[in-house]
């Protein structure tokens, strides 16, 4: 059975990531799983955590008022869940949904934090990983909003 | 026989007709003679609805089927629409076939990346009946189908026995969907990096609305395919269809003629111009 260390290593989110720095890292992590539908979190609650995916998939979603809740994203194994824990107020955006038995590491957001304030070595090399995503998630929500595949005439 | 006008619409019947969205409809319409029938995934017939006007339509049936052309087609326009709403027995005209195909032939022993956006999917469909039926020509074969929302999925039944073998990956994308769809949410040119290709082996056909194929082949060359092995179906305001017009023109490029497959190295540049 793997440890935290070597789960949290061969993540691509922190893959390559110096030795003294995994150890920081792992002082923050722990194994978590969530059944099918179970939420990971909900839109405006604390963004204490981060979420790493081992196995499953998640669909990040916006409840619509009287309506059904619109999935705008899915993330699987691999993948990093929720950005809001790196910018202040750290409140979560929208809601994250699992859809199917998913294990994840979860990561103490505050904790990781500390540790990034203590050294910013370590929270550029967060940073470093952390903006190619969230310009991947940019631009595909450009995309989104041209609608491209709607009738041209509309 | 004297060789036929190109110029001269093909009067045929309507053999069935289905809908598959809310808006498209395949139609199936007898090939009229012989030498006409055959074509090559990825080219167009001429489609005109008699006192209406004329419309370019990609093959969308299987390329060795003889007996009937599938046509698929979404009322956005006037034409498109009394297209949609022939009936069974009603008479079209038809000229055609016109412009390139994809290039399977250079594509065996490749592996081949099929991506499709939307309607795209139906242009892309021939090459699927081709290459499964001569699948040990190919290596692994991918499809990734990106559109709208659920209830925009085209070809649902096909792509579900698709997805069941064993010989050809199947990914399908949409925009946004409602909580109760179990399947994958996001943007085409995201999914790129997640198909695990081998670039150095990998063609890759395109087909869909332009902006999706643009960031699409973005993510293709990002991902170290190399330009030569991208193809993308253009899409263009197409009259003559035979190079003569010039309606169709995009840049140096007659996209009927010289089109509608044209490789990324010919257009690159002229995707992102906003006028030309």
């Excluded at chain 1, 995994?22 to 979190?41: D, I, K, M, S, T």
């Excluded at chain 2, 979404?74 to 994809?102: D, F, H, M, N």
């Excluded at chain 2, 099929?114 to 090459?127: F, M």
Aim: net charge negative; with cysteine; proline share 7%.
């Amino acid at each position: 059975m793997k440890d935290i260390a070597q789960l949290v290593g061969e993540h691509p989110f922190f893959q390559g990531l110096d030795p003294s720095f995994c150890q920081l890292v792992c002082g923050c992590a722990r194994n978590v799983r969530f059944e099918p539908g179970e939420y990971l979190f909900h839109e405006g609650g604390d963004a204490d955590q981060l979420y790493l995916i081992r196995h499953g998939r998640v669909a990040l979603e916006i409840a619509v008022p009287g309506k059904w809740s619109l999935s705008f994203q899915t993330l699987q194994d691999g993948d990093l869940v929720g950005v809001s824990w790196a910018v202040p107020p750290y409140h979560w955006a929208y809601d994250a949904r699992a859809i199917e038995l998913t294990r994840a590491i979860a990561v103490d957001a505050r904790c990781l934090r500390q540790k990034c304030d203590a050294d910013p070595a370590l929270g550029y090399e967060v940073l470093q990983r952390l903006l190619p995503i969230l310009i991947s998630r940019l631009q595909a929500t450009r995309l989104q909003i041209l609608d491209v595949y709607g009738d041209r005439d509309q | 026989m004297p060789p036929p006008d190109f110029m001269m619409p093909m009067p045929v019947k309507v053999m069935q007709r289905r809908q598959e969205l809310a808006t498209t409809w395949t139609l199936d319409v007898e090939t009229g003679p012989d030498e006409l029938a055959a074509f090559t995934p990825g080219q167009f017939n001429m489609l005109y609805v008699f006192g209406v006007g004329e419309i370019p339509v990609s093959f969308s049936g299987d390329p060795a089927g003889r007996d009937r052309h599938c046509f698929t087609v979404r009322a956005v326009g006037p034409v498109s629409r009394a297209l949609t709403e022939l009936p069974i027995a009603a008479s079209l005209g038809k000229r055609g076939p016109y412009g390139t195909g994809w290039p399977l032939a250079a594509a065996e022993g490749a592996d081949l990346a099929l991506i499709a956006g939307g309607l795209g999917l139906a242009p892309l469909r021939p090459v699927l009946y081709h290459v499964l039926r001569y699948r040990q020509r190919y290596g692994r074969i991918t499809l990734l189908y990106g559109t709208r929302s659920p209830s925009d999925i085209l070809f649902r039944d096909e792509l579900d026995g698709w997805r069941r073998r064993q010989d050809l990956e199947v990914r399908v994308t949409v925009d946004h969907a409602g909580s109760e769809w179990p399947g994958q949410v996001g943007v085409v040119p995201a999914l790129v990096p997640t198909l695990g290709f081998d670039a150095s082996n990998t063609v890759a056909f395109l087909c869909g609305p332009e902006v999706m194929m643009r960031l699409t082949a973005s993510a293709l060359l990002d991902a170290g395919l190399a330009p030569a092995g991208i193809y993308l179906s253009m899409e263009r305001n197409m009259k003559c269809a035979l190079g003569h017009c010039g309606h169709c023109q995009f840049g140096g490029v007659f996209v009927c003629k010289d089109g509608p497959v044209l490789p990324y190295p010919r257009l690159r540049g002229l995707l992102s111009l906003q006028e030309l």
